[in-house]
């Protein structure tokens, strides 16, 4: 079983870009879907990007997802942050199965989930 802990949250002012990272242990995050997922106070959790393997799929343009060399840390590299885009961040893994395609953008289809970290965007 895989775990899961974000970093790199913080206070910055809009236009300003941060980087999340995603580490894993237990388990390499290799045989993984890797989404990365954000919640503001009173809102749905929404997906932003997700990774399988070298394929990712964003949701939110200014946001990019990749992984280390060792693969066993995913970043999400932040850009041209917006108010709005405060909120707290959280990755999520799902076991890559068998002839599986593409990352899944849901968050009910994560199994695992890190304690997420605080992204505030305000000046």
């Known amino acids: 079983q895989v775990q899961l802990v974000e970093s790199g949250g913080d206070l910055v002012q809009p236009g300003g870009s941060l980087r999340l990272s995603c580490v894993g242990s237990g388990s390499t995050l290799d045989t993984y879907h890797i989404g990365w997922f954000r919640q503001a106070p009173g809102k749905e959790r929404e997906g932003i990007s997700c990774i399988t393997r070298g394929i990712s799929s964003t949701i939110k343009g200014r946001f990019t997802i990749s992984r280390d060399k060792t693969g066993n840390t995913v970043y999400l590299q932040m850009s041209a942050l917006k108010p709005e885009d405060t909120a707290h961040y959280y990755c999520?893994?799902?076991?890559?199965?068998?002839?599986?395609?593409?990352?899944?953008?849901?968050?009910?289809?994560?199994?695992?989930w890190g304690q997420g970290t605080q992204v505030t965007v305000s000046s």
């Open positions: 999520a893994a799902k076991p890559v199965a068998p002839l599986s395609g593409a990352c899944p953008t849901r968050k009910e289809d994560y199994a695992y």
